[in-house]
């Protein structure tokens, strides 16, 4: 017997029930992070939107804690890009917008199944991530990011007129008709019990179930030899070269995962709002996606996460005028004043702030 | 067979020759040191040997095979490793983490899709991680950052890197460069150590002749991007050209 199978049985801890499992065991302090995680999501839109005080003081809504969620997503798969692979994309809207785009078409000409909406923008956006990636990934820095902006641009002319009559040009997509969670369920309508005062909508249920699975995939991503990788192309990209990676194609692969990341993303805000505007191609949902990572931290799978909720907080709470209402016609320029602030006295962003507070308590243990 | 081979190798820049038609055998085991002065081409030389430079003409071959025309990661998969005269680590990486890098690329290739695999089930890439910072004496400092080493260790760990790239040719650019003298002692010990344990083939670029004439089994004299001499420790140090032209005619 060579010594290759007998080295791969060592690996495993768990015995023949690891060797069922096989890679889907969690392993270190998975099981942990997405325990937290799942406790987080289960009790985030009842405290944002439902809970006697705090809520009243947050005037959150149930629809703005979902809409956060899908947002957090994008942010997410975009930190995977610029935190850890150190690449600026400014073109992230066109698989954002694109898998919209791909699931709402999807919706009217095949299947409305929620399910199947997110299938197909996804993969529409990973294909897309794959092409574009491919050419432009072909210049490093500036050039990159003007790149990807240009291509971007050039999706978002092709749907505001040439393509209008699939798209709706300025109108954005109206046709989308999503039909129930696997046939039963209508995503708006209430859940049961006391589901119901935790999470509220079955929507909510449906894009929290997917957002956890999309914290287990980065979580993994990031302790799978391609996280290391990913920080040695960022820190030192000619090292990594040299020691016989192929730096092009990580590179490429960590822009497809933040494509597919965005495509999930997209497909939900599809689903969530019912309507795909011809804003979600436009440069600014590029920029607001590198905003709300920058604000809650490169380099951190959770942060981006938080970026999105208080940049979203912001925008549709504040400006509603909470909790001054003079303050509402303001709220550009109290986001601004949020994101230098942060940035200023939290280089790290928010996460990163978070992070120096628990090493500083627990004395730097991690 | 030579392990690797030059074949009238031609570098140029513009007008300027940084290597004319050298022809370079360095045969497997041996320890070929590239000596010459400030200018004389030998950092052109290995930066065409490990593909960061495309030859104007001439053929470079590894194990009989052409490697003119391969990408940089290509040719250390084929064996050929490199470590940079100053040290070329990932900083923000623990020191286990800059081993592993390159015991990953060596154990798994230049690219894979294990993406979905977790890192602690990569046991070959361990071994071999904790292997190199052992021989290069960095075992006890690996969960450090890399950016907290001392000067000495970050070298020694740039060393450890193409180490863990388990190489058949180790091209070292002056390896000693801005060390102590108890580090470049190290260093050479270091390196005596490999040698004796891996058996590993090394062309050495160095500027200090006493690490040359001690560590050699034989020295290439480069000048002017042309091969002078070539031969043992002892042949060199009494070539009249290479007195003439490298060490300014001192007697040695």
């Avoid at chain 1, 405290?47 to 956060?68: E, H, K, N, W």
């Avoid at chain 2, 064996?79 to 005269?85: A, E, H, R």
């Avoid at chain 2, 977790?118 to 006890?140: E, I, K, N």
Wanted: glycine share 12%; aromatic share 12%; hydrophobic share 50%.
């Amino acid at each position: 017997m060579s010594d290759e199978p007998a080295a791969a049985t060592d690996g495993e801890t768990g015995g023949s029930f690891a060797d069922t499992v096989g890679i889907w065991m969690p392993r270190g302090d998975e099981l942990r992070v997405m325990t937290a995680t799942a406790v987080v999501l289960a009790v985030f839109p009842f405290v944002f939107s439902r809970m006697p005080v705090v809520s009243d003081l947050l005037q959150g809504y149930q629809s703005l804690a979902t809409l956060i969620l899908i947002w957090g997503i994008f942010a997410l798969g975009f930190d995977l890009l610029l935190g850890y692979t150190g690449l600026l994309s400014f073109g992230h809207a066109a698989f954002w917008g694109g898998a919209a785009y791909a699931a709402g078409v999807f919706s009217q000409h095949v299947s409305g199944s929620p399910i199947l909406m997110v299938l197909a923008g996804t993969v529409f956006a990973v294909l897309l991530a794959w092409f574009l990636g491919f050419l432009s990934l072909r210049r490093g820095g500036i050039y990159f990011a003007i790149l990807t902006l240009a291509f971007a641009q050039m999706m978002f002319y092709m749907s505001s007129s040439p393509l209008a009559f699939i798209t709706g040009g300025e109108n954005g997509f109206t046709g989308v008709e999503t039909a129930e969670l696997f046939g039963l369920f209508p995503l708006e309508s209430e859940l049961p019990l006391v589901l119901e005062t935790l999470l509220g909508t079955w929507l909510y249920a449906f894009v929290a179930v997917i957002a956890l699975l999309c914290v287990a995939l980065g979580y993994r991503i990031l302790h799978s030899p391609y996280g290391m990788v990913f920080r040695a192309i960022r820190e030192n990209e000619q090292r990594a070269e040299f020691v016989g990676l192929n730096v092009w194609r990580y590179r490429l692969m960590s822009f497809i995962i933040s494509g597919f990341f965005a495509g999930v993303a997209g497909s939900l805000f599809v689903i969530h709002g019912t309507y795909v505007p011809l804003s979600s191609l436009y440069w600014t949902t590029s920029g607001e996606v590198v905003i709300m990572t920058v604000l809650g931290g490169t380099g951190s799978l959770f942060g981006p996460v938080v970026g999105a909720g208080v940049y979203l907080y912001v925008e549709n709470i504040v400006s509603g005028g909470h909790p001054f209402e003079f303050v509402a016609p303001f709220w550009h320029l109290i986001l601004g004043l949020v994101f230098v602030v942060t940035i200023w006295v939290f280089p790290r962003g928010i996460w990163g702030f978070f992070r120096d507070v628990r090493d500083y308590v627990t004395g730097g243990e991690d | 067979m030579a392990l690797l081979e030059t074949e009238n190798l031609v570098k140029e820049f513009g007008g300027l020759v940084a290597t004319d038609e050298v022809n370079l055998s360095v045969e497997e085991g041996e320890r070929v040191s590239i000596i010459g002065p400030n200018g004389a081409g030998k950092s052109t030389l290995v930066n065409l040997i490990t593909r960061r430079l495309d030859p104007t003409s001439g053929d470079i071959r590894f194990k009989g095979e052409s490697i003119v025309g391969h990408d940089p990661h290509e040719v250390v998969q084929m064996g050929v490793s490199k470590s940079f005269q100053t040290a070329s680590i990932f900083s923000d990486l623990t020191v286990r983490e800059n081993a592993e890098i390159a015991a990953l690329a060596s154990e798994h290739g230049s690219f894979g899709f294990k993406l979905l695999e977790h890192r602690d089930s990569l046991t070959g890439v361990h071994q071999v991680a904790r292997d190199t910072l052992d021989a290069v004496g960095l075992l006890d400092q690996a969960d450090r950052q890399a950016s907290d080493l001392p000067y000495g260790d970050k070298r020694r760990l740039e060393i450890g890197i193409a180490l863990a790239a388990e190489p058949d040719l180790l091209l070292m650019d002056e390896p000693t460069a801005g060390m102590s003298p108890e580090e470049t002692e190290a260093t050479v010990d270091l390196v005596e150590e490999v040698k004796r344990e891996l058996g590993l083939t090394f062309v050495l670029i160095e500027h200090d002749m006493e690490i040359v004439f001690r560590i050699s089994d034989r020295i290439v004299v480069l000048n002017r991007g042309q091969v002078i001499a070539e031969g043992t420790p002892d042949e060199i140090k009494g070539d009249a050209a290479v007195q003439e032209a490298y060490l300014g005619g001192v007697e040695l």
